[in-house]
T-cell receptor, first 117, second 115 residues
Framework: GAVVSQHPSWVICKSGTSVKIECRSLDFQATTMFWYRQFPKQSLMLMAT?????????EQGVEKDKFLINHASLTLSTLTVTSAHPEDSSFYIC?????????????FGPGTRLTVL | AQSVAQPEDQVNVAEGNPLTVKCTYS??????LFWYVQYPNRGLQFLLKYITGDNLVKGSYGFEAEFNKSQTSFHLKKPSALVSDSALYFC?????????????FGPGTRLSVLP
């Protein structure tokens, strides 16, 4: 159970374009999803918490106009990197919360490798 | 505030030898602890978790972890390492008594199992 998918698994784009990454919970409904960014050989950096039907909560230092998050359904959250630049190149990972407080836990997607040329 | 420390950036162990990856945590309430493994260009895979009960938790792929409340530690162990265990390992904690708190991840420890 509790499978999370991400699409695409990798994407290469030109500087200045926008890229959308999808995160889906395949066999459960997730009111809360998380978006992380990971630089090579480093830990996860939480970017934002995505709540279904409401605005995402962004971590300090993360530009909300740069990284648009939409959680329009209980199984889908999207991250759009707007006007991407080479410094946005990274590995982006989403997770979805499953279960009931306080025993709920995160299930992670396989990640999306973004390369901006 | 919650925090997780993984004091070793890198752990090297010979195949067949026991391995330990260290984790210490800090929470104000009761801890909800996790270990995850990440292979190159992949997401995080769940290994095991501790909520309450027996201090020794058994998980996937022969891994286990020991919860030590007095030392606020949750070290990951395996009796006999395999080359295929080489990966990046993350410890995470959540404060059970503060539901609004997010999960906090440690910086990760890279495990290399040498043949």
């Amino acid at each position: 159970g509790a499978v999370v998918s991400q699409h695409p698994s990798w994407v290469i784009c030109k500087s200045g374009t926008s890229v959308k990454i999808e995160c889906r919970s395949l066999d459960f409904q997730a009111t809360t999803m998380f978006w992380y960014r990971q630089f090579p050989k480093q830990s996860l950096m939480l970017m934002a918490t995505s709540n279904e039907g409401s605005k995402a909560t962004y971590e300090q230092g993360v530009e909300k106009d740069k990284f648009l998050i939409n959680h329009a359904s209980l199984t889908l959250s999207t991250l759009t990197v707007t006007s991407a630049h080479p410094e946005d190149s990274s590995f982006y990972i989403c997770s979805a919360l499953h279960g009931y407080q306080p025993y709920n836990e995160q299930f992670f997607g396989p990640g999306t490798r973004l390369t901006v040329l | 505030a919650q925090s997780v420390a993984q004091p070793e950036d890198q752990v090297n162990v010979a195949e067949g030898n026991p391995l330990t990856v260290k984790c210490t945590y800090s929470v104000s309430g009761n801890p909800y602890l996790f270990w995850y493994v990440q292979y190159p260009n992949r997401g995080l895979q769940f290994l095991l978790k501790y909520i309450t009960g027996d201090n020794l938790v058994k998980g996937s792929y022969g891994f286990e972890a020991e919860f030590n409340k007095s030392q606020t530690s949750f070290h990951l162990k395996k009796p006999s390492a395999l080359v295929s265990d080489s990966a990046l390992y993350f410890c995470a904690v959540r404060d059970m008594d503060n539901y609004g708190q997010n999960f906090v991840f440690g910086p990760g420890t890279r495990l290399s199992v040498l043949p």
